[in-house]
Nanobody
Framework: QVQLVESGGGLVQPGGSQRLACAAS????????MAWYRQAPGNERELVAS???????GYSDSVKGRFTVSRDNARSTIYLQMNNLRPEDTAVYYC?????????WGQGIQVTVSS
């Protein structure tokens, strides 16, 4: 079993930046695609950004150009650099690692964008 642990959340002002990290509890093969999801109150969980072991990335339209996902395969860690944050980015952010039918989730971390 793999545990994913997120860090870096908290309160940030609109227009500000924040960096999230997600570390796996043991070495995760690069075959796993890792991703960030988020869920705001009353909304369904949505995919924010994903990255393959080879470094290919994908973003939702709502964060494209503002968020950057990166990955350190040696540390089995992914990051989410969030710039120009907006109040609508407020949500619990979840880390995910997936390969075929294997699916791991972090416990989630709160990001609040407010003045």
């Amino acid at each position: 079993q793999v545990q994913l642990v997120e860090s870096g959340g908290g309160l940030v002002q609109p227009g500000g930046s924040q960096r999230l990290a997600c570390a796996a509890s043991r070495n995760l093969p690069t075959i796993y695609t890792m991703a960030w999801y988020r869920q705001a109150p009353g909304n369904e969980r949505e995919l924010v950004a994903s990255i393959t072991g080879g470094g290919s990335t994908g973003y939702s339209d709502s964060v494209k150009g503002r968020f950057t996902v990166s990955r350190d395969n040696a540390r089995s860690t992914i990051y989410l650099q969030m710039n120009n944050l907006r109040p609508e980015d407020t949500a619990v952010y979840y880390c995910n690692a997936r390969w075929f039918r294997t699916d791991y989730w972090g416990q989630g971390i709160q990001v609040t964008v407010s003045s």
